[in-house]
């Protein structure tokens, strides 16, 4: 186990040091570091949250489950009460242009 907590100290001072190195040659730098090191830890917080959400809505106490209820329903009523939209092909004889449109 010594050497392993050892290694990862090592990671961590060598992170650190290329941090610093690039600190001191320039505030570009610095900006990029920035960047590159808040992306994961983004990621990390956004999954977080997500996760944290979604085992809070399998309870009762969600927050946003009867919106959804009622959303769901409408979209259902509304999408039986559309009438179809569907265009449907003649099955007449192919005109030259109708022959070279399937051909493209």
């Known amino acids: 186990m010594d050497g392993r907590t050892e290694s990862i100290q090592d990671f961590f001072n ?17 900006v990029c570091l920035v960047v590159l090191l808040a992306l994961p830890l983004l990621v ?13 809505c399998r309870h009762a106490n ?4 009867d919106g959804m209820a009622t959303t769901r329903s409408e979209m259902k009523k509304k999408k039986n009460s559309d009438e179809d939209l569907w265009i449907s092909v003649k099955a007449g004889p192919m005109t030259p242009d109708r022959v070279a449109l399937n051909m493209v």
Do not use: R
């Open 14 to 30: 060598q992170v650190w040091s290329f941090a610093t190195d690039k600190h001191n040659q320039g505030v570009y730098n610095t």
């Open 44 to 56: 990390l917080l956004t999954t977080l949250v997500v996760c944290c959400h979604c085992c809070c």
């Open 62 to 65: 969600c927050c946003c489950k």
